[in-house]
């Protein structure tokens, strides 16, 4: 098994020449300038970054899937390899202390090998004993990275997650390098493999497990490798964000397919959403206007915009949607003031992706950590910020069924708004969203998502 890599398919991401391998030491050059400046702040002279240790579930001896320190994995494309530290010092080869013990009862990492691997220092170490004598003897000038659950973990450092170093690190991590982007390409690719199988399944009239299984195939991930639970929702299930159940049997009759799956590469995540009727001509002409109004939320993305006033719009523009369609009446502000278009749409446009699916640094408005709030009444948008060249992120509006929402409506100027008989239709058939993954230019946007698709 390659050092903690998922496997892939295509796996060709291991060799320097490839286009990572080109791409990575500009990736690693950019991220010792963050440290060497989150350092200076801290006025600390080491970055020690954990890469995490195994969860254990309660009264038994089982662990939980191992999820990586996001910082680490942003590093190097080590996802599977816990118990293991980076070691950054300015001006110096950052140090990687491998933990590869002797362990007979399950896999462990194989040995390091790949396109980051040069980029370190590396020191294979069996035994956690071993650990202490490879960090900085000053452990009063290092700052710790990473969640420590067990102290003998710090080794004595005790600047943990300091603010400063962690503010200014997370608001750096909005704007992607080339090779984080390319990483973002590729499991945009893979996703979207894994988006067509599962339509063609649910065309044969699958179950949501079998969907499932065929989008899992296709990607060729098992689950705890994918970057979060899919929402595999046939029917009303659309209609649940996040839905992770997965009925065994197909339902009697077939309306609607709402699919959000993602996949990873090195580390990197992409978050898909697509809906489908299955042979139903006016739940089809939905689906085609909620298309048509994300594209033209895309249309709208360049450096400059703020995010904020973005999804503001995009519930105007769902205002519309919803008049056109038969849900409402009015006119898009009406259906704003009065919470119709939120009762329709009740989560954020969007959030910034990477290494996370949803990545960090989202409200910050500078690396001091200041906070940008969502707007009034939208406290779930996850995305405030102006928007600059080379940020990642989704746009995903949806439209659903909510009764619990709607029925909030009742006996407010709101309730007037709504077509009780439409929403009625609507109900079997759950819900439509829309989602791709965009890397912000000066001028516009890359569409990573169509892309993907339009490749394959
Ligand atoms: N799949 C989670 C999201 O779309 O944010
Ligand atoms: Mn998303
Ligand atoms: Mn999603």
Redesign the pocket.
């Given at each position: 098994m390659k050092q903690g890599i998922i496997p892939d398919m295509n796996d060709d991401y291991s060799d320097k020449n490839s286009r990572l391998g080109v791409l990575y030491p500009g990736h690693i050059e950019a991220l010792k300038a963050r440290h060497d400046h989150a350092l200076l702040k801290s006025g600390a002279s080491h970055a020690v970054i954990f890469s995490g240790s195994p969860k254990v579930t309660f009264l038994d001896d089982m662990s939980y899937p191992f999820v990586a320190n996001p910082h680490f994995l942003s590093w190097a494309p080590l996802g599977c390899l816990p118990l293991s530290y980076i070691v950054y010092t300015p001006g110096e080869t950052p140090r990687l202390i491998y933990y590869q013990p002797h362990d007979y009862w399950h896999v462990v990492p194989g040995d390091p090998v790949g396109y980051w691997a040069p980029h370190f220092d590396i020191r294979i170490v069996p035994s956690m004993d071993d650990i202490a004598a490879l960090l900085p003897k000053d452990s009063d000038k290092c700052i710790l990275i990473g969640e420590i659950d067990d102290a003998a973990h710090a080794f004595g450092i005790e600047r943990v997650n300091p603010a400063m170093a962690v503010n200014i690190l997370h608001f750096a991590r909005g704007i992607k390098t080339e090779y984080e982007v390319e990483c973002m390409r590729l499991a945009s690719r893979r996703g979207a493999r894994g988006h067509v199988a599962a339509e063609a399944a649910f065309r044969e009239r699958a179950s949501e497990f079998e969907i499932h299984r065929a989008y899992c195939h296709a990607v060729s991930h098992i689950d705890n490798e994918l970057p979060?639970g899919n929402?595999v929702a046939l029917n009303s299930h659309g209609a649940v964000l996040?839905y992770t159940n997965l009925d065994r049997e197909p339902p009697d009759e077939m309306r609607s397919f709402l699919i959000?799956a993602?996949a990873r590469v090195c580390g990197y995540a992409s978050?898909i959403?697509r809906t489908y009727s299955f042979d139903d001509a006016r739940f089809a002409e939905l689906i085609e206007r909620m298309d048509a109004m994300q594209l033209e939320i895309v249309g709208k993305l360049r450096a400059g915009v703020d995010y904020r006033e973005l999804h503001v719009d995009a519930h105007r523009m769902l205002g519309d949607v919803l008049v056109d369609t038969g849900l409402a009446h009015g006119d898009a502000d009406t259906l704003l003031e009065t919470g119709v278009t939120s009762a329709f749409f009740p989560h954020g446009l969007?959030?910034l992706i990477g290494v996370q699916?949803?990545d960090v640094g989202g409200h910050t408005q500078n690396e001091s950590g200041t906070i940008i709030d969502p707007p009034s009444g939208h406290p779930f948008l996850r995305l405030t910020r102006v928007l600059e060249e080379n940020m990642t992120l989704?746009i995903?509006p949806g439209l659903y069924l909510i009764d619990m929402l709607l029925e909030d409506l009742r006996g407010t100027p709101a309730e007037s708004h709504v077509d009780w008989n439409a929403v009625d239709w609507l109900r079997p058939f759950g819900g439509v969203r829309i989602?791709d993954d965009v890397r912000v230019t000066l001028d516009g946007c890359e569409n990573l998502t169509r892309d993907a698709f339009a490749a394959i």
């Open positions: 979060y929402i996040h959000d993602g978050d959403t969007g959030h699916v949803h989704t995903e989602e």
